[in-house]
């Protein structure tokens, strides 16, 4: 007797029920740990992206500084030069050429070029000025 109303237990069970099988839940976090690790990836580059914009861009902020201290210096002290800043970047700066317009044999225009290289030599930023002679 037990034995039929189990049988008749399970005839009023529905065959299938709404709801997620097992194995589709297993695939939905695998797709959704895939993802999560892409997401990951792309957010260490980009700080590390964000890191080496925040050293190049202070290093340039030296050079410029290179720059205006060398135009408020006198003609005959410029000379070239480097630095090398905390983060490893070099900041060099060279007299590129010098000009005689009123041929008295005093160099009356000087270009001076500032340049910005990274820990690994790589040309970051370059900037340069012209300088008049003093007067």
Do not use: C
């Not at 690994?120 to 370059?126: I, P, T, Y």
Request: proline residues 2%; glycine residues 8%.
């Amino acid at each position: 007797m037990e034995y039929f109303n189990k049988i008749r237990f399970l005839k009023n069970v529905p065959e299938q029920q709404p709801g997620y099988t097992l194995i589709e839940v297993l695939i939905a976090l695998a797709i959704f740990a895939i993802g999560i690790l892409g997401v990951s990836t792309m957010q260490i580059s980009s700080t590390k992206g964000t890191a080496t914009a925040r050293k190049v861009s202070e290093a340039s902020e030296i050079g410029q500084g290179q720059i205006e201290s060398h135009i408020a210096a006198a003609y005959s002290t410029i000379v070239d030069g480097n630095m090398v800043t905390a983060d490893g970047y070099t900041i060099q700066w060279s007299v590129l050429n010098q000009t005689d317009i009123d041929g008295d044999g005093n160099f009356d225009f000087m270009t001076v070029q500032v340049e910005v290289l990274d820990p690994r030599g790589r040309l970051r930023s370059s900037l340069s000025f012209t300088k008049a002679a003093d007067i």
